[in-house]
């Protein structure tokens, strides 16, 4: 039998009736077609599909969809406002934090929220705070310059 | 083989605790309960677990939230997630360990959404909340649709993945005690580097007097063994003592001891290793609870 | 700006602003309509015989189209090939069959065995498990120097003892140099299997049209035009029926180097059915069902003279090739090793002896580096083993060694010429921010404090630039490896670009930019780069091998400068001079001296276009097709060095600081080839640290899912300190080395020499990888035991 939830997304709420095994990934991808959102592995362990769930960094294969009833998520495809780039996707681009691109939105998205709770992280906070985004291209050292930029556009560090 | 689809189930979110442990019973041990859902998740997707039901219990009121009680101890809804236990001042102050093992819990997202109630109830031999629990001494709130009960931490932990609650009971909370004049706590861990779990953790909670003598301990261990296990013999070597460096040594010899013929063997680490490293993060755990309680 | 100096910026990619926005397109990204979904039933066991498959109960399931078995396809699936081989009569090489979907037995958890089709992933994932397959267990071996052992369980029974080939190579005679030598060194080397973990795992989409007989297949990969062909050959369906397409894909690091068994059976279903399929590939399924890398038992020994002069290297070499020989398997411990075992030393006299063995494991393959990081494993932990020997400190014994710097050419005993090198300077270079003697300080204090550092360097080299292809067909390539390229310009003068090249994060569409604008004197908007589809491009080779630029920048410069010589042909005719006279420089065409005749690009192109006033005989249209074959290999170098920091009391093991010296000739975009170093150290630190593929005895993935597996993470590495040297290679026009593989090959052994350097004093000679703590425990115990020992028998002696 199909649960109901309303999950408002980027903005625009959704009412969806789906399976109960339906994953918060699952329903993004396939019922909603946002794609931005990557699965990586079957383990929780990539991050790959990462979203913030009310401000915190979820992954969003580790949740049915139904826990968020009742919920504001936001997506890479919702870290730009009004056609203009988040300081965090300004700063990827700038300091070479992606190369095949899959990681990159969960990686995005997790440094939202480290710099929402620590606007000017060290070093070593950044690499603590990404542990459960893998990337196999960077080796991190880019993406932990993104990350510091990213604290110093929007003013922190 | 498609990996990351679960098997179906029927999906409930009571709102009470009556009305969850009810559904439990009616399931007959074929329900689980759904709290942040990272450990059983990974578990359903790879088929590993394929329960007929899941039970939610997001909606279900006052088992959220941290209180602090007018005796000075704190009471944690089972609930409460990691991050939750992180932000906590009442918790920084009270009772350390616990942010120390929190911020030690797998990764930003995981602590966003895993839960003290759901660590301790389902009781991961390398969980690290089960080790402090042990070691501060938690009272861990159990209730069903008839009665309620607080069941010691040093005695919830039974086995591999199994504990004291009964098919029916829920996990409501947990009571830390009061802060003790002189008491520090600690949790240090050496990390599995692949699943961050515990390869062996060890949480140790000291009281020192005035005259630098140890007139408490109590050491919990996880990832050494089936489950998280109280090291009593190591705790003796420790009460009534000052904590040089030779007690301090002695003790650590003996943290552990419980679990001989039972440390886990695997591809991670040797039974031999998880041995030594219990008694070499014994010594570790203690000594920075000393420092802590005399501080 | 002046378009020209875009050559050596940091111009920012091009690729970025799709992927940040999430409008990446990666295959799980890709919807057609009435799409059906694939699940592959895989074998549980590491070898079985299979008596039956009852698909009854899983064809009758909700929402399932259809079950196939090996045998129901056996015809139109074929044997899928070995895409190197290696000479059969000296090597007794063996091409066992390799089915797509295993018929009769099976040869290793994760062997496709059946395929389920049917109307949502959910729906063919249940089935699965409904998919009644009757085995009968048979004995496993998944080591290879065991597999090779008179009664050992026999994978396939046309390789008796397991032995797919046993290949050698050398140079001079080793044997009378280890005779004549001061001293010989000996050491077994392990170098683990890994998993390549790509974060996108594999996956596939084919769609059939009946009326047209065209098979479209999009697949995560990096040779679509090889695909094409292997496709075709395996089949029969025609390759000009074939249409292959890389769309945005998720990283390779080698594991997306082949034909695979479900590109195969994605496609033969897709035909079959006249259906669209998708096949997405999970991350669990991925560690058993993609290639793995590495996986040598090495035997080596090093000999020479007492003052630090190498006169010799001997290896002898298990190499585990898994269940099958995957597509480049031959080529992998065989050419790229043994070729480079003289590293950048004067080594006279090497021996290398491979024996390629097949075990009940998932095949192995190129894994980023591929051969080359086994060898210089070998080499420079070798190298170092024999500096300790002699107490001799391990740089002074690298530069005796060193071959002198050449500009152009020297060839090496093991009869391959390196392109140029100056391997002096890489070491200085990384000297000049690395102070050794100050290090050595340190070391010294910690040590008196119960710290244990040490320091490993590894000055390596590699085989790039893949290749020449009458040299590699000489050596088994089934395919040429040169690379294609066209450069279209339109009528307005913008310009699109197509490789054979096919990036996977390399950030070609950018590179290629760089070079097209600075060459034609556009700007970089003005021109698109395509890649990744066998429909707009003619055949081109694939990226791998750091390749793309030594091989397929220099076909983009052919096939510009083949337009630049027309425009100027049809630019002298407009401007009533000799072509000879016309000059051509940032997008203008001009005649030296004389003032006010000059053209720019866009009215060329479009006077090629229009074609009212072309000079007599000459065909409208500006396009260039251009295909590079490489004369030689271009050789990279460098010096890495690394620190580790090992607590002496859990062996916990970590990386404290590491400096990168590389030199890949001249570099198009440093922020692009410093991303490539970054990428390429985290992977050869994993593979030292912490990164192990381990197989119980019968067969099973006992690190069969990323929490298992240990993946590095962020926590994991220091910030990276790098800078790079400029030799620039002879073999092509840019000068370009490749830059895709130097980290992976130099990190592992420069981890290891700073391990064995920080537990020296302890009498430790050799660790193998990974330097997990409970092996670092073990060793600093076991060393400390054997010394408490030695001391109390010297005690007795005295007493």
Known sequence: MNVEATITINGTEHKVQVPPRTLLSQLLRDELDMTGTHVGCDTSSCGACTVLVDGNATKSCTMFAVQADGSEVTTVEGLASNGELHPIQVAFREKHGLQCGFCTPGMMVTAVQILELNPAPSEAEIRSGLRGNLCRCTGYHNIVAAVQHAAELSGGA | MTTGVTDPFAYHAPETVREASQALSRYRGDAKLLAGGHSLIPMMKLRVASPQAIIDLRNVEGIKGITENDDGSITIGAMTTYHELIASDAINSTAGSIVEAASQVADTQVRNWGTIGGSLAHADPAGDLPAVAVALDFAIHAQSARSKRTIASDRFFRGYLETALRPSEILTGVTVPARVEGSGCAYVKLANKASHYAIVGVAASLTIDAGGVCTAARIGITGAGPHATRSRRAERILVGKELNDSVINRASQRGGAELAGMFNDDVHASAEYREAMTQVYTARAVRAAAARATS | MTTETLIGQEVKRVEDHALITGRGQYIDDLRLPGLLHIAIVRSPYGHAKINNIDVSAAANATG?????????????????????????????????????????????????????????????????????????????????????????????????????????????????????????????????????????????????????????????????????????????????????????????????????????????????????????????????????????????????????????????????????????????????????????????????????????????????????????????????????????????????NFVRPFKRG??????????????????????????????????????????????????????????????????????????????????TGTVTVFTGTSPHGQGHETTLAQITSSRLGIPMENVEVVHGDTERHQFGTGTFGSRSLAVGGQALMMSLDKVIEKAKVIAAHEMGVDTKQVRFENGTFYVEDIQEREIPWGDVALGAYWAKNLPPGLEPGLEAVSFFDPENFTWPFGTHIAVVEIDEVTGETKLARYVAIDDVGNVINPMIVDGMVHGGIAQGVGQALQECAVYSDDGQLLTGSMMDYAVPTAEDFPSFETDRTVTPTPVNALGAKGAGETGTIAASPAVVNAAVDALKHLGVTHLNMPLSPEKMWRTIEDAKEERRARRSAAARRGN
């Open chain 3, 64 to 400: 399932v189209v259809s079950v196939f078995t090996g045998a129901d396809l056996a015809e139109q699936l074929g044997s899928l090939p070995a895409g190197w081989l290696l000479d059969e009569e000296s090597t007794g090489m063996k091409t066992p069959d390799h089915p797509p979907l295993a018929i009769e037995r099976v040869r290793y958890v994760g062997d496709a065995v059946a395929a389920v089709v049917a109307d949502s992933p959910a729906a063919a994932s249940d089935a699965v498990a409904l998919v009644e397959v009757d085995y009968e267990p048979l004995d496993a071996v998944t080591d290879a120097e065991k597999a090779t052992q008179d009664g050992a369980p026999q994978v396939h029974d046309d390789a008796p003892n397991n032995l797919a080939f046993d290949w050698s190579v050398g140079a001079g005679d080793y044997e009378a140099a280890a005779a004549e030598a001061d001293i010989v060194v000996s050491e077994r080397i392990v170098n683990q299997r890994l998993i390549p973990n790509p974060m996108e795992p594999r996956g596939i989409m084919a769609d059939y049209n009946g009326g047209t007989e065209q098979l479209t297949i999009w697949t995560s990969t990096q040779i679509p035009h090889l695909v094409r062909l292997l496709f075709a050959l395996v089949t029969g369906h025609p390759e000009h029926k074939v249409r292959v397409v890389a769309p945005d894909v998720g990283g390779g690091f080698g594991c997306k180097l082949y034909l695979y068994a479900e590109e195969v059976i994605c496609g033969i279903i897709a035909k079959q059915l006249e259906r669209p399929v998708k096949w997405i590939e999970g991350r669990t399924e991925n560690y058993i069902a993609t290639t793995h890398g590495r996986d040598h038992i090495a035997d080596a020994e090093i000999c020479g003279t007492s003052d630090g002069i190498v006169t010799g290297l001997k290896v002898e070499v298990y190499a585990n090739l898994g269940g099958y020989l995957s597509t480049f398997a031959p080529a992998i411990p065989t050419i790229l090793f043994g070729l480079m075992l003289g590293g950048c030393y004067k080594v006279e006299n090497i021996s290398c002896q491979v024996k390629g063995v097949f075990t009940n494991t998932t095949p192995v393959d190129a894994y980023r580096g591929a051969g080359r990081p086994e060898a210089t494993y070998v080499v420079e932990r070798m190298m170092e083993r024999y500096a300790h020997e002699l107490g001799r400190d391990v740089l002074g014994v690298r530069r005796r």
């Open chain 3, 410 to 491: 020297h060839d090496m005993p093991i009869g391959v010429t390196y392109d140029s090198g100056n391997y002096q300077a890489a070491l200085g270079a990384a000297l000049d921010i690395f102070d050794y003697q100050e290090f050595r300080q340190q070391q010294r204090a910690a040590r008196s404090e119960g710290k244990l550092l040490g320091v490993g360097f590894s000055t390596y080299i590699e085989i790039c630039g893949m290749a020449p292809s009458a040299v590699a067909g000489a050596l088994g390539a089934g395919a040429g490896l040169w690379e294609s390229s066209t450069v279209r310009v339109h009528p």
